[in-house]
């Protein structure tokens, strides 16, 4: 009794050896070593758990694995910070390298910590967000983190499941090198900060070692350079806070799975009124989409998706009414509105991307068609075209086709024409759809007999006959009459039409048909 008394009363015993080194431990994983915080501030980068406290909601983190690797010397949570929070009041899933460990390299435990965090996504159908800043893999770990079942492909194959059930959005602070520059790949959205992120499979040096080709970093697997070439990168960011600012806003539009629908928000009247002086009447006369999408949209909801690259058409996510859409337009500022190999892949994946997270779609066809020549066709054209409208005829959500000035040939169809089963196609007053141009049909079909019109104003006057025959016969009244398109809107109404169509097809059914699944034309 006085044994018991004394241990009840006494003092308390000083913490034992291991949870001294426990806490220690975990201390170390929480700042940066003044080495690691030098480097930071020398490149304007912010430290992960930064990066992470600003994507998050606050007090939300909680972390896996933060003492993975504690045993060896200066491998805090072995360079990568995983874990659970809520953004916005959703839950999700984070993967942050910590590019102050090793220069956030990979060892075995890493691998081991994201392979377990996309089990979880997979699991639990949670979205993740990878903060990406990595020099990629330890050579000298590398049987260990490489070949087998729980090896780093293994990343990349749950990465590849986890496709089309949750978001997958990554911010790119730093280098994303060699193996590990397929985390970005397989992600919905790369957001690269311009003046530190990079992505490439072989270094510069690497390069000039197997190839003999010198090149800098910035053209090897720069920000800019897979913003606006390579189409790899979605967006540029001008430093680590502008990006994650990008990614939340970018899953302010998506739904937490495949399950739900998108948010809605409170409506607001669009920017402007779409007056019929915005679209030209001439065909071939320029104009910016984006002043049609100021008008149509609820104002300041347009989130442009790689606006840098293949800008001739424009992809993005905004609101009409409140009500998330997807939006593909043509514009015919940048290289006429024609379709090239990059645009027809830009549409192809931000179909695919919308159809799988129920977001509506709208077509703003402005469209000559795609591209000929033999540069074109030498890079896939109609690989490209065809892989485009594959996505178009798949797609299953509701979908509203609007020809705002011309569709001509295949452009029609791969802007969702009647062919393709939109929920509606209509079209302004002003509207034509056909084959091709008056001018390069008149051209195509009477070319000898205008060439064997000797006076030249005979000439013209039969061109001008041509002219306003071919004209009459895809007059867009005839169209509608024939009901190839299901109504014509005034400008002002265009917008209220819309989204009156797409509320009618809220209850269509999206069973696809009955297959294993499509081969797609890559």
Known sequence: ??????????????????????????????????????????????????????????????????????????????????????????????????????????????????????????????????????????????????????????????????????????????????????????????????????????????????VGEKVSLAEMGGARMHASVSGCGDLLAADDEEAVELARAYFSYLPSTWREQPPSYDARPPARKFTADLVPEQDSAGYDMHVVLDALLDAETFFEVKPLFAAELIVGFGCMEGQVVGILANNPAVKGGVLFVDSADKAARFIWLCDAFNVPLVYLADVPGFMIGSEVERQGIIRAGAKMITAVADATVPTVSVIVRKAYGAGLYAMCGPGFSPDACIALPTAKIAVMGPEAAINAVYYNRIAQIADPAERESYVARLREDYERDIDILRLASDLVIDAIVEPAALRAEIVARLAAAQTKDRRGPDKRRGVPPM
Not at 71 to 95: C, H, N, Q, S
């Open 1 to 210: 009794m006085q044994q018991d008394q004394e241990r009840v009363v006494g003092t308390v015993p000083s913490p034992v050896p291991h949870a001294v080194a426990a806490a220690a431990a975990r201390e170390a994983t929480l700042r940066p070593s003044e080495k690691g915080a030098a480097k930071l501030a020398s490149q304007s980068k912010l430290y992960v758990r930064d990066r992470i406290s600003l994507l998050v909601d606050d007090g939300t983190f909680v972390e896996d694995g933060q003492l993975a690797n504690n045993l060896a010397d200066d491998l805090p949570a072995d360079g990568v910070v995983t874990g659970r929070a809520l953004v916005e009041g959703r839950p999700v899933l984070v993967v942050a390298n910590d590019p102050t460990v090793k220069a956030g390299s990979w060892g075995a435990r890493t691998v081991e910590k994201i392979v377990r965090i996309t089990e979880v996504a997979l699991r639990d159908e949670l979205p993740i967000f990878w903060l990406i800043d990595s020099a990629g893999a330890r050579i000298t770990d590398q049987i260990e983190l490489f070949p087998g079942r729980r090896g780093a492909g293994r990343i990349f194959a749950n990465q590849v499941a986890l496709s089309g059930k949750v978001a997958q959005i990554c911010c790119l602070f730093g280098p994303s090198a060699a193996g590990g520059a397929y985390i970005p790949s397989f992600c919905d959205i790369v957001i690269m900060v311009e003046s530190n992120a990079s992505m490439y499979l072989g270094s510069p040096r690497m390069a000039e070692m197997v």
